[in-house]
């Protein structure tokens, strides 16, 4: 069983500019909520006890949004409208925090969560890739490691136009929805080994740790997570686990439209 989860959330945004030069990206709204209360109500769907947010030095609105506010409580107690109170009540569980002080790329965030993993397996979640369609996408993953005890990442296919904008493996189907992942390639430009692109949830063992540590610098000379797990692939073994199940990259503007739509027809539906 995996127990604790790392999200990485310290990234400036800049797709989003200027709105990000002072809300961070995860906090944009969906349905009302902030996204990153999806990615953290996820882990806790999926057993998750233990969560460790990345953050950068302009990213306090999250702790904010997760820590309790008395001031609040009491005044809506005093204006009669205590119903609200269990809106904002802050998650039943471990919620850490850690600032990466330098924008070094994802690798070097996980890495930052060695001590907070210690020896266990553990679970990242991006919180720009959210899914509405399960309650949550990290489940499966979850299943897989426990059936093989071996990494595991999200995977879904994408168009072939689109593949540049991911890391795209080159894998063979072992069973259903699982694939034995021989090789990643970060954002092809062309010849693509598949049209199965990495997404935002990984369960992975702790020596990924030893791999980030001494991983040169990659793609725009920041230590990529990807590297790492190409690596893995040939030394302890990476299975992919690929989702039918619709995922939207809020950093995108389109895709932040049709989510926003998605959680709004949702919310109509579960009124009737």
Same mark, same amino acid.
């Given at each position: 069983?995996?127990?604790?989860?790392?999200i990485?959330?310290?990234?400036?945004?800049?797709?989003?500019?200027?709105?990000?030069?002072?809300?961070?990206?995860?906090?944009?709204?969906?349905g009302?909520?902030?996204?990153?209360?999806?990615?953290?109500?996820e882990?806790?769907?999926a057993?998750?006890?233990?969560?460790?947010?990345?953050?950068?030095?302009?990213?306090?609105?999250?702790?904010n949004?997760?820590?309790?506010?008395?001031?609040?409580?009491?005044? &809506?107690?005093?204006?009669?409208? =205590?119903? +609200?109170i269990?809106?904002?009540?802050?998650?039943?569980?471990? *919620? !850490?925090? %850690?600032?990466?002080?330098?924008a070094?790329?994802?690798?070097?965030?996980?890495?930052?969560?060695?001590?907070?993993?210690?020896?266990?397996?553990?679970?990242?979640?991006l919180?720009?890739?959210?899914?509405?369609?399960?309650?949550?996408?990290?489940?499966?993953?979850?299943?897989?490691?426990?059936?093989?005890?071996?990494n595991?990442?999200?995977?879904?296919?994408?168009?072939?136009a689109?593949?540049?904008n991911?890391?795209?493996?080159?894998?063979?189907?072992?069973?259903n929805?699982?694939?034995?992942?021989?090789?990643i390639?970060?954002?092809?430009?062309?010849?693509?080994?598949?049209?199965?692109?990495?997404m935002?949830?990984?369960? &992975?063992?702790?020596?990924?740790? =030893?791999? +980030?540590?001494?991983?040169?610098?990659?793609?725009g000379?920041? *230590? !990529?997570? %990807?590297?790492?797990?190409?690596?893995?692939?040939?030394?302890?073994?990476?299975?992919?686990?690929?989702?039918k199940?619709?995922?939207?990259?809020?950093?995108?503007?389109?895709?932040?439209?049709?989510?926003?739509?998605?959680?709004?027809?949702?919310?109509?539906?579960?009124?009737?």
């Open positions: 069983m995996i127990y604790r989860a790392i990485p959330a310290a990234g400036y945004g800049i797709r989003n500019l200027p709105v990000t030069k002072s809300i961070p990206k995860e906090m944009f709204p969906i009302g909520r902030p996204t990153i209360e999806y990615i953290v109500e882990a806790i769907l057993g998750i006890t233990e969560i460790l947010i990345i953050l950068s030095r302009n990213k306090n609105e999250i702790m949004y997760f820590d309790r506010s008395i001031e609040l409580e009491c005044f &809506l107690t005093a204006r009669g409208k =205590e119903h +609200l269990p809106t904002i009540t802050p998650p039943k569980v471990s *919620i !850490q925090y %850690t600032r990466q002080h330098e070094l790329g994802l690798g070097h965030a996980v890495l930052m969560g060695k001590s907070f993993a210690g020896n266990e397996p553990f679970a990242v979640l919180p720009d890739q959210v899914s509405l369609q399960r309650k949550s996408m990290l489940i499966p993953l979850i299943k897989t490691y426990d059936t093989y005890s071996t595991v990442i999200g995977l879904q296919h994408v168009e072939p689109l593949l540049k991911y890391g795209v493996v080159a894998a063979q189907r072992l069973k929805r699982v694939f034995d992942i021989e090789s390639v970060e954002k092809p430009k062309k010849d693509p080994p598949s049209n199965l692109a990495i935002g949830r990984y369960v &992975l063992r702790p020596e990924v740790f =030893e791999v +980030l540590k001494d991983i040169a610098p990659g793609q000379g920041e *230590i !990529q997570l %990807t590297d790492a797990l190409s690596e893995l692939c040939s030394t302890s073994g990476m299975l992919g686990y690929a989702y199940e619709r995922w939207y990259d809020t950093s995108i503007e389109q895709d932040y439209l049709k989510i926003q739509k998605q959680a709004y027809l949702m919310k109509l539906h579960n009124k009737h």
